[in-house]
């Protein structure tokens, strides 16, 4: 598997944030991470992203030690790219300038102008090539963000609610691009509350609730978990096995920064 993640536990001060997280994301595999509004997912992303060192636990990205320090660490985070819910891309370059930089900083400028030319058409943003991103709307922003996670040779992807802030047609372009990268062997790890595409993109899912996973695997295997029928949604497996009442919106409608 190119991620693993052993009894990761995340503690801030006083409150627990996760307890003994384990999971797997094999190459070749979308994994969605779901869960109520303060489960613990973005807090997991930034951990395996090394943004956040964990308190205790292990991360290995293809191998290489994230947390142990050094090249592996370096080694590690090279080979991880990471969305966040809320971009902040540098304002005062271009478009073109800002994925060059990006390119540069991970070492990958080898094919680089066929691959930026490609991602802003895929992510329409050709016409906004030599603007300042300063200039990009919000939804614009998250897709220059999406275009410099894929313009680099990385093998795996975290996002957090990649598809808040886009377009019809972006949403349409991630999704097909998140196919392309697991085909190509990519190992990907998204955090959504969009239940719905969460069960048509991702191959299996890891339930969280209040910093613990509550369950893990295929919808057929959740189905079983919750003892639900074979037609039952993710979303009814899901309310099932979190405890959430149905009549909320809780798992659908996001809130920005929640996770």
Request: glycine share 10%; charged share 20%; net charge neutral.
């Amino acid at each position: 598997m190119l991620l693993l993640v052993r009894s990761l536990s995340k503690r801030y001060r006083k409150f627990q944030a996760l307890t003994d997280l384990s999971f797997t994301v094999s190459s070749g595999e979308i994994v969605g991470l779901l869960g109520p509004n303060g489960a613990g997912k973005t807090t997991s992303l930034r951990c395996i992203a090394g943004i956040v060192r964990p308190t205790t636990g292990s991360i290995l990205v293809d191998g290489c030690d994230l947390l142990g320090g050094g090249e592996a660490e370096r080694e590690a985070k090279r080979r991880i790219a990471f969305v966040p819910e809320q971009p902040n891309p540098y304002e005062l370059l271009t478009v073109w300038e800002h994925l060059k930089f990006i390119a540069l900083a991970y070492g990958t400028t080898d094919g680089f102008d066929t691959r930026a030319a490609q991602l802003l058409v895929r992510f329409d943003l050709a016409a906004k090539r030599d603007a300042l991103v300063g200039t990009l709307s919000k939804g614009m922003r998250q897709k220059l963000t999406i275009a410099c996670a894929f313009v680099r040779h990385a093998t795996v992807f975290l996002f957090d609610e990649p598809l808040i802030g886009l377009d019809p047609r972006g949403a349409r372009e991630l999704r097909e691009q998140l196919i392309a990268a697991r085909d190509a062997g990519a190992a990907i790890l998204i955090s959504t509350h969009m239940l719905d595409t969460a069960q048509t993109l991702c191959d299996r899912i890891v339930i969280l609730r209040q910093g613990t996973m509550v369950a893990e695997g295929t919808l057929d295997a959740l189905r079983d978990r919750a003892q639900a029928t074979g037609a039952a949604s993710l979303e009814e497996v899901f309310f099932t096995l979190t405890g959430e009442p149905a009549d909320t919106n809780t798992a659908v409608i996001p809130s920005a920064g929640a996770g």
